[in-house]
């Protein structure tokens, strides 16, 4: 009961600091791992010296940079670390349109780490496309390894009569995913702890997931696929989703695919999964080089490239 306390008391205040950095006009878009890393190593960038710095590019900074409201926030909810002289934030906050998005700060060594970058974006676009374009009226959806919430918080906000599932395996994404549903105000998302659709029951109108797709030594949650490449995650989703979408529903996956002599294997195993007239299926490229620095990383020897994909899946009324 007394962890319990402690965590209500520290998610809610990351929720009053998310409040405060939205009224006091805060703005971030969130890169690539790697370009964080050549913009933190540039002269004069060690140390910050406003908010963007402290809460975007996650920079130490001296206490007095932030008021002490700010300060004490950070305190209260744990996540405010040392560094020398300095203090440094293990939170993040980044924006997606009108949202504020609170997630791990940079690096995300941690295999809890809840991610967002710019696959959070390419992601919440192809959301975007289906909600507009879609002919059929969400009113049961979910969004598998929900992370920091972003698949969830689009549908909620898009269709606010519906109820929409945000499910993770991983505790820390769930309880960001609440912090930024209710900073975003958005009433009709639930959190549910679930490996992949294991978890929960019912048929949907619409799933939605980004799932990891690489192969990571650390076998961190955000980032280890599984399987040859990293594509294990992604074809679990397929043939979970196929069984547990509902007649005329449609599965949104954003992911990536190793290419090994110009040879996508993942668009080859969902050839065989969804082989049939059950389901209708269009798979596209939406960026053909991603990640390149993966490359240099043990078991992408033979990889000339990993792009970007989306699947999209409605099964035949």
């Not at 995300?108 to 959070?120: I, L, N, Y």
């Not at 009113?139 to 909620?156: M, S, T, Y």
């Not at 998302?189 to 797709?213: K, Q, T």
């Not at 007239?277 to 990640?291: G, I, K, Q």
Request: aromatic share 6%; hydrophobic share 45%.
């Amino acid at each position: 009961m007394l962890l319990d306390q402690t965590q209500a008391r520290a998610d809610q205040a990351l929720l009053q600091l998310g409040r405060r950095l939205r009224a006091d006009g805060y703005h971030f878009t969130c890169v690539s791992p790697a370009t964080q890393a050549r913009v933190n190593a540039r002269p004069g960038a060690q140390r910050a010296g406003n908010l963007r710095e402290v809460f975007g590019w996650s920079r130490p900074f001296a206490g007095a940079l932030i008021s002490a409201d700010e300060l004490e926030q950070l305190q209260t909810a744990g996540v405010l670390v040392t560094q020398g002289e300095l203090l440094r934030s293990t939170v993040r906050w980044s924006s997606l349109d009108d949202l504020l998005l609170l997630h791990s700060a940079w690096p995300t060594e941690r295999r809890d780490a809840v991610f967002f970058g710019p696959d959070s974006y390419r992601f919440a676009q192809v959301i975007r496309d289906h909600l507009q374009h879609g002919p059929r009226r969400v009113q049961h959806a979910v969004d598998i390894g929900c992370g920091a919430g972003v698949g969830a918080l689009l549908i909620a906000q898009a269709a606010p009569h519906a109820q929409v599932s945000a499910v993770d395996i991983n505790p820390l994404a769930l309880r960001y995913t609440a912090i930024n549903a209710a900073l975003a105000g958005v009433a009709n998302v639930s959190v549910e702890p679930s490996d992949l659709l294991d978890g929960i029951s019912g048929h949907f109108d619409l799933i939605v997931a980004n799932p990891p797709y690489m192969l990571d030594a650390a076998r961190r949650t955000y980032r280890h696929g599984g399987g040859a490449l990293g594509a294990e995650l992604s074809l679990r989703i397929v043939e979970q989703a196929r069984e547990r979408l509902a007649p005329g529903g449609t599965l949104l996956l954003y992911s990536g695919v190793a290419m090994v002599e110009g040879h996508d294997a993942l668009l080859e195993a969902i050839r065989l999964r969804l082989a049939g007239p059950a389901f209708s299926w269009h798979y596209r490229e939406l960026d053909p080089d991603v990640f390149g620095e993966q490359l240099l990383e043990p078991g992408y020897e033979h990889v000339e490239r990993i792009a970007a994909v989306a699947l999209t899946v409605t099964r035949m009324a």
